[in-house]
């Protein structure tokens, strides 16, 4: 069966999006030695500049989010593949500065592993960086040590809030604690109801049989802990609200950042119906939804499903998520 | 065959090569089961980088080419497997020094060395359901043979054996590392994708003999 | 079979969609009187108004648009179907002032012939309104009767240029010649690989082979007019602006707005890979992608498929495409 | 019967949305092979217009009756559909004023003012492949009958017959209206969906007698 994607040469996906994405965004962001989105203005030399990476079919994903207040370089992998360790370490070495870098790395193994070989030898050159590790998926249980735990949304609201320290002049200590802040006040749960198909592979990357949703699911269709008959929005989003607003503690008075992030195929529409449940689930238990966005920021091509973030919010965490941004696909006034 | 220099080694890389590119569906559909179904392909990736490397490597010498190799190897977009690979064959590159040809001896010692370099990047042990599964009975196997007074083809023959039937031991384990540790006892029944990248290469590295 | 969306009663899919939305957005948008969508902080009376109508369905659509910058009102229908006569009056009068409204309709049927009736009972009421008629779909040929070209994305871009123009303080004479010469310098074409399911009926709008596409598709899965085989992202790229920038007339030395607008199930990698190659043609004419944009701002459910936008633009034009917008789903900064 | 008063304007109404809703599948099927799929749903909902206007307008007169069913029908989410059923009953409310009761004349004049209304709307005339296809001859069918003498049953009876073979009529025309005149040509072989909603209708307000 011929592939229903609109795409050339299937070995090609990555240069040919990332090409297409710099010329299209050419105001905010510039590719520079093929893997690494930077910002077409580079953030002055005493700010600390604000590095992640991960693989490419995510799209917005995490160079979405390059520019002002938020990313200065993205170091994008293949698809679903975590870029390898010299370009990571290349996209460091552009960003060496005395004022350091924060290293976002969400945890995937293949990242990781990449990061941690990056970061050798980025030590190796002097560079000043603190890493910081999204690990906010509670599909293995809250508790759960952190390797089993995913990176999956969050790292976008946390690059808002981190990058807004940061353009404020912070120092890396203070942009570090108020990231590491935000890290241990967050939770994502995803669920999934229709696989991707892999763009290169042409093949559906799970199954989920016609009647059947998952919650729990990962990233790329790593399978997750819940699979079930499908249940209506407002069932699936007072399961998913309850266990989540538990496991940021959330409890009467607190205030909430809010996050619906589609997964690729799931309308705003459904997205919306999901939303105005949690915020009545919320409102009964007092808790105030402070901040909230739904869109797709992160992907998994044409999956159908989303991922519900919270995170705890203090008056300086939602101080630095208002505060002004200019990215592709986050911009604040 | 006592030695094996610097034009074996290539072509045991080039047959590792052609095992895995002959099984790139396959491998994509083992990680598709457990994992999100990239393996094949990163393989693929992988292997392009390994056949660059031993062209573009060629007049250089043992180590470079390992070196070349495993840097190659490092450099794809690979998610783990870029990672474990390109440490496993820098690590083997330490190993090798300035030798022109390898004994049984030094060929044991060289996948040893590899062994140290994964292990310096995972924790995963045998009996994790990972790569691991398939390169600790290999180079195990390889030590013993040697040690046994084996020629290099058989000990390679040893390694070979030992990592297919470390790959098939994954079916009966349950993952704690990659991806696949999500699925937790529902990776029961399936081969680790990686165990089994690692038993093709071994294969391909014995059969460039035969 | 079950329908694979998170919704609950299919009846309520627009009163739940509309209170989710407005709840996510309650900083910048309203819902008043059930369907209509207002600016949490109206404009000034003294500055002229913007107000829109269209069916839900398609998210983030007209409403998305709504905020400083762009609409002041966007009266929504039920999923697929323009909203009766009575209610968009109700949302003109909202509006009435001296300063006057500009009316913005998209040239659908329904829609047509609500705003006409509700244009009748506006009159009677004394309410000053002038209005744009979109109509940039260029499926039946460039030249093909008005009534025959629907209204696409196109009404999106316009209610930025246009509602920048009323923000300045521009008289309803002059907000309606730029929103005019705007719309007269625009084109959209459709391609469709798979259909949507309605939402609430439960069954595919259309039906399109496994190996074909078709370029022409309506915003609703009206047929279009080049079924073919499955091409690949160059391919279909170069057919679409080559018949787009002869519509609008583009030669070298112009100046052009592109917007590739996803269709819903349709990725951003795929969009960025087709954009690449509309940039590529676009540079061999010697014709300048002054501005763009790649995103969904107008989708079918899960369709997969996009629409491609160009526009003329002149510095005037580009003025209004640059001034600050905050909206849901559109902010300049 | 010689005569209709309202209780039996009434009913005919809730006899028509009986009809279209037995059929809002079929509908929609007839609307997603030329238009966008929703014309069944989108009478549904008309329907509903009308049935909550028929039973909140007791005790009121003719003229309200007709006049709210209208406005009911214009107040739907409902593409063209809602403005031209609301400019079809809204149209026939004129013409009843302050009227009690029609006979076959009154009757006929109450649908030739309904589809004046509808005109107003729409620039589609008999071969368009429209309602028009169908409301223009019921009409017409329906006014013959009374100038022949037939009854008020058997005028709505003639209207129904010629509603429907309008509606079946539009198989043979290309759509010049609507969504479906993007189709063009490929529009041939498939029957119009708001034809064949009127024919219902018109189905419905014969049966009503029966
Ligand atoms: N921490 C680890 N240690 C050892 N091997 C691992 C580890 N994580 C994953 N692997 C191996 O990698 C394989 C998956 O590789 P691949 O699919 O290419 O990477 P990814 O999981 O990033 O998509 C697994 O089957 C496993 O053998
Ligand atoms: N301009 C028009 N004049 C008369 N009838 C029309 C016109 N446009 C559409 N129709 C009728 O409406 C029907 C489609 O109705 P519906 O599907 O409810 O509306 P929409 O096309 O807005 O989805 C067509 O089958 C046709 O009979
Ligand atoms: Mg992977
Ligand atoms: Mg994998
Ligand atoms: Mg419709
Ligand atoms: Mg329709």
Same mark, same amino acid.
């Given at each position: 069966m011929v592939m229903k994607k609109f795409?050339?040469?299937?070995?090609?996906?990555?240069?040919?999006?990332?090409?297409?994405?710099? %010329?299209?965004?050419?105001?905010?962001?510039?590719?520079?030695? !093929?893997?690494?989105?930077?910002?077409?203005n580079p953030k002055p030399l005493d700010k600390v500049a604000l590095v992640t990476l991960g693989g490419a079919g995510h799209e917005p994903a995490l160079s979405g989010f390059v520019g002002e207040g938020m990313l200065d370089v993205s170091v994008v992998g293949d698809i679903f593949a975590a870029p390898g360790p010299p370009k990571v370490f290349e996209g460091l070495k552009m960003m060496k500065r005395d004022a350091g870098i924060l290293f976002v790395v969400l945890n995937h193994e293949g990242d990781v592993m990449s990061a941690n070989m990056a970061e050798q030898m980025a030590e190796r050159e002097g560079i000043r960086l603190k890493r910081v590790l999204t690990h906010e998926d509670i599909a293995p249980g809250a508790d759960a040590p952190i390797e089993n735990r995913r990176g999956l949304v969050g790292c976008i609201p946390l690059y808002k809030v981190a990058g807004a320290a940061a353009e404020e002049g912070k120092s890396l200590e203070e942009v570090y604690e108020i990231? !590491?802040? +935000?890290?241990?006040? &967050?939770?994502?749960?995803?669920?999934?109801?229709?696989?991707?198909?892999?763009?290169? %592979?042409? !093949?559906p990357i799970f199954e989920l049989a016609d009647d059947? %949703? !998952?919650?729990? %699911?990962?990233?790329?269709?790593?399978?997750?802990?819940?699979?079930?008959?499908m249940m209506s929005a407002d069932e699936t989003a007072e399961i998913m609200i309850r266990q989540l607003s538990q496991a940021v503690g959330a409890k009467s008075g607190d205030k909430l950042l809010v996050i619906l992030n589609g997964a690729g195929a799931t309308t705003l529409m459904e997205l919306y119906i999901v939303f105005r449940k949690v915020k009545q689930y919320l409102n009964e238990q007092g808790i105030e939804v402070a901040r909230s966005l739904?869109?797709?920021?992160?992907?998994?091509?044409?999956?159908?499903? +989303?991922? &519900?973030?919270?995170?705890?919010?203090?008056?300086?965490?939602?101080?630095?998520?208002?505060?002004?941004?200019?990215?592709?696909?986050l911009t604040v006034r | 065959m006592e030695k094996i220099g610097y034009d074996e080694i290539a072509s045991i890389f080039n047959a590792a090569s052609m095992r895995i590119r002959e099984n790139i569906k396959e491998l994509s559909a083992l990680d598709a089961a457990t994992g999100d179904g990239d393996h094949g392909t990163t393989m693929g990736r992988a292997m392009d980088a390994v056949e660059k490397a031993v062209s573009e490597s060629a007049g250089s010498d043992l180590k470079t080419l390992l070196y070349n190799i495993g840097w190659g190897a490092m450099c794809i977009d690979g998610?783990?497997?870029?990672?474990?690979?390109?440490?496993?064959?820098? #690590?083997?590159?330490?190993? =090798?020094?300035?030798? $022109?040809?390898?004994? @049984?001896?030094?060929?044991?010692?060289?996948?040893?060395? #590899?062994?140290? #370099? =994964?292990?310096?990047?995972?924790?995963?042990?045998?009996?994790?359901?990972?790569?691991?599964?398939?390169?600790?009975?290999? =180079?195990?196997?390889?030590? $013993?043979? @040697?040690?046994a007074g084996k020629s290099v083809p058989e000990a390679l023959a040893a390694g070979a054996e030992a990592a297919m039937k470390g790959a098939e031991s994954t079916k009966e384990l349950v993952a704690r590392f990659g991806r696949a540790k999500n699925l937790g006892e529902r990776t029961l029944g399936h081969q680790d994708p990686g165990a089994t990248s690692i038993a093709l290469m071994f294969k391909g590295f014995a059969e460039a003999f035969k």
């Open positions: 795409i050339n040469d299937p070995a090609n996906l990555t240069p040919e999006l990332l090409e297409g994405y710099s %010329m299209a965004y050419a105001n905010k962001v510039a590719l520079v030695s !093929e893997k690494l989105v930077v910002r077409a990231a !590491e802040r +935000f890290n241990q006040n &967050m939770a994502t749960l995803a669920v999934a109801l229709k696989p991707a198909t892999h763009p290169a %592979m042409g !093949e059947e %949703m !998952e919650i729990g %699911m990962g990233q790329h269709g790593e399978a997750g802990t819940g699979r079930s008959k739904v869109g797709e920021l992160l992907t998994v091509q044409e999956m159908a499903g +989303f991922q &519900m973030f919270v995170a705890k919010m203090d008056d300086e965490l939602l101080k630095y998520w208002d505060a002004p941004c200019d990215t592709p696909y | 998610g783990s497997t870029g990672p474990l690979m390109g440490s496993l064959f820098m #690590g083997m590159s330490d190993a =090798v020094a300035d030798k $022109e040809s390898l004994d @049984c001896e030094a060929l044991a010692a060289m996948f040893e060395a #590899g062994l140290a #370099g =994964v292990r310096k990047q995972t924790k995963a042990k045998v009996g994790d359901k990972t790569m691991m599964d398939a390169l600790e009975p290999a =180079v195990k196997a390889i030590r $013993e043979a @040697c040690d």
